[in-house]
């Protein structure tokens, strides 16, 4: 959970309207296994909209008893892997059975097969590749438009007799 609280400081540096609830008021902190939407987001170093709409999707499930949503440890350890998931390039789909799979009882760090992690290690190499030959393509475009804007350089004659 180490990346979490690294992007905790730094959201909350750069952010420090997410510091109380979604009306707005300062976060009155609740049980420790409990946290306000704020000081998930915080944490996480996510917006409020991402995890509203993680709960959209049915990935975060927040108790709401007349009051703010309240998340739980199990809703903080799923953010975990959704961020996870996401930063490997796991559709929400595929992170959704990920979550399934850990709600199963799987203690894998990331629950997935062999045959999955081969796919998605191939998937981002594609992906890579596609990034390098769109980069390359682009640095030649620069190149061209610079020289381009460049004024043409003068001969040494004058061009008098």
Request: aromatic share 4%; with cysteine; hydrophobic share 35%.
């Amino acid at each position: 959970m180490g990346f979490m609280r690294g992007a905790m400081a730094e959201k909350s540096a750069r952010d420090p309207d997410q510091s109380g609830d979604e009306a707005g008021t300062p976060a009155s902190r609740g049980p420790p296994d409990r946290f306000t939407i704020g000081e998930l987001a915080r944490e996480a170093g996510v917006t409020l909209r991402a995890l509203r709409f993680y709960q959209s999707k049915g990935l975060l499930t927040p108790q709401r008893a007349g009051g703010p949503r309240m998340f739980t440890r199990e809703d903080r350890d799923s953010l975990v892997l959704i961020l996870h998931g996401k930063r490997l390039g796991f559709t929400l789909t595929e992170i959704r059975d990920m979550l399934a799979a850990r709600a199963g009882g799987c203690s894998e760090a990331l629950p997935i097969s062999h045959r999955k992690c081969a796919e998605q290690i191939a998937m981002l190499e594609r992906q890579r590749r596609d990034i390098d030959q769109a980069l390359a393509e682009l640095r030649q475009i620069y190149k061209k438009m610079l020289a381009a804007s460049d004024p043409p350089k003068a001969t040494g004659t004058s061009g008098t007799t």
